[in-house]
């Protein structure tokens, strides 16, 4: 028996229907979550999108890190661009950020007491917001990985996520310290902030770019003698001590052969309190080096011990942490001394020892400073600078879904970081120019 035509008609109309809810899901939602997507009115606006998207939009066009042959982290991540609108052809005039979460030491309160405020002095047409009932102005919305449900909770997350906006995920800790159960947050966030190179909006402790800005507007005598006023040898302040952590075996066998001072939660606690940023530097200066061992080898990950503690109090800073090849690409060329360049920690003792009685040779990690800095260093502007840069220039048609956000941060079999020490965990202090097992109580 023959269908009639009105039955045909009624089928086809069903079955394009249906098509257009799984393209339009798959395409413009890619978010595995029970949440409302309000609608993106510029949709009414559309206009005709040109074969090439970079002709209308030159900021568009593809980018090689999200080519997989590239770029293999990027096969843990989609990218698509939506069609062009009469909305995002236009310049941008201004953007908005919306704290969904605290930062991790609730300094919303202090830092936003009104709510909103440009925290990027330099680009005011950036404004941020702490409260969570002005999501649907937001460009962005901040997520701070430390205040984060430890496993996806819709509870706890906005119940609307705007097609427009860029969920940006915040961590500039090292992998080896876990705070999320990060497979419950599949295809949530858009952005990444953190240390590494290839985050979508820098979160680095220091840079470059800042370290010579400083050092061009402070001024450059070439004939100082950085050993003058310096009468001790080594000090390190560390909150961290634990017995699987690489750099603490490292220590142990290091303090057998030359005197360091060491201050903070794991040594002498009542020198200075932490982050106490006119403190610190009184006390650092005293020295020729700075122990800028970072908590965990991983790549890229250099943090404020060796730019704010080592760098900026003109000493030396004897790093461990990231490969030698990080440091000569990220840092001052001949600023550091890398404990992978000796064969033991003795090795290294007896070295720094000889550069601190030797001051030429210990004048020449300064020399940095009188040579021109590299050309096409990346801008770094601060973390919320960076951000409003990324929203004001980016391509505003190009969107971005972290898939597999575990698997990009720790890398395939974890090979962002060096494993921890295989041992039991004990927590350790420095009494006496050892560390010893100890049980803390603060």
């Not at 086809?12 to 979550?33: E, P, T």
């Not at 943090?303 to 800073?317: C, H, I, Q, S, Y």
């Not at 030797?358 to 502007?381: H, Q, S, V």
């Amino acid at each position: 028996m023959w269908l009639s035509a009105k039955y045909l008609f009624k089928l086809s109309f069903v079955i394009l229907l249906i098509y257009l809810v799984h393209f339009a899901d798959k395409k413009f939602l890619r978010v595995k979550r029970d949440l409302k997507v309000d609608c993106d009115c510029t949709k009414s606006n559309t206009v005709t999108v040109p074969p090439n998207p970079g002709q209308a939009l030159p900021n568009c066009r593809s980018d090689p890190k999200d080519d997989p042959l590239v770029n293999p982290l990027s096969k843990f991540y989609s990218v698509w661009y939506d069609p062009p609108t009469e909305k995002t052809l236009a310049k941008r005039e201004h953007v908005k950020i919306v704290f969904w979460t605290e930062l991790w030491d609730n300094r919303l309160s202090k830092m936003l007491p009104r709510g909103r405020r440009a925290m990027c002095p330099s680009r005011p047409n950036c404004m941020f917001s702490k409260y969570r009932e002005e999501i649907g102005e937001a460009d962005a919305v901040f997520f701070g990985v430390s205040n984060l449900s430890k496993d996806y909770n819709s509870s706890a997350m906005p119940t609307v996520r705007y097609p427009h906006q860029h969920w940006v995920w915040f961590h500039t800790e090292c992998p080896n310290y876990r705070s999320i159960n990060f497979e419950t947050y599949r295809s949530v966030f858009n952005w990444t902030i953190s240390y590494r190179a290839d985050s979508d909006s820098s979160g680095i402790w220091g840079s470059l770019y800042k370290t010579y800005q400083r050092v061009k507007d402070e001024g450059v005598d070439p004939n100082k003698d950085y050993t003058a006023g310096k009468k001790k040898l080594a000090v390190w302040f560390i909150s961290k001590c634990n017995t699987q952590a690489n750099r603490i075996a490292y220590a142990t066998e290091l303090v057998k052969h030359m005197h360091i001072d060491v201050y903070g939660r794991c040594g002498t606690n009542d020198v200075c309190a932490k982050w106490h940023v006119k403190c610190m530097p009184k006390v650092i200066r005293q020295y020729k080096f700075y122990i800028a061992f970072e908590n965990m080898k991983c790549k890229e990950y250099l943090t404020e011990k060796f730019w704010r503690n080592g760098l900026a109090n003109d000493v030396v800073p004897v790093v461990l942490g990231a490969n030698r090849s990080d440091y000569e690409r990220l840092a001052p060329p001949h600023s550091y001394i890398h404990v992978d360049d000796f064969k033991s920690p003795k090795e290294l003792a007896d070295y720094l020892k000889m550069l601190a009685d030797d001051k030429d040779r210990y004048n020449a990690y300064f020399k940095w400073k009188t040579i021109p800095p590299p050309k096409n260093m990346p801008l770094d502007e601060g973390v919320w600078c960076n951000l409003c840069r990324e929203l004001l220039e980016r391509c505003p048609t190009k969107r971005k879904v972290y898939t597999d956000l575990r698997t990009w941060f720790e890398g395939e079999n974890l090979s962002m970081c060096d494993p921890a020490e295989n041992v039991k965990y004990q927590e350790l202090r420095f009494v006496d120019n050892h560390f010893k097992i100890t049980t803390y109580t603060d």
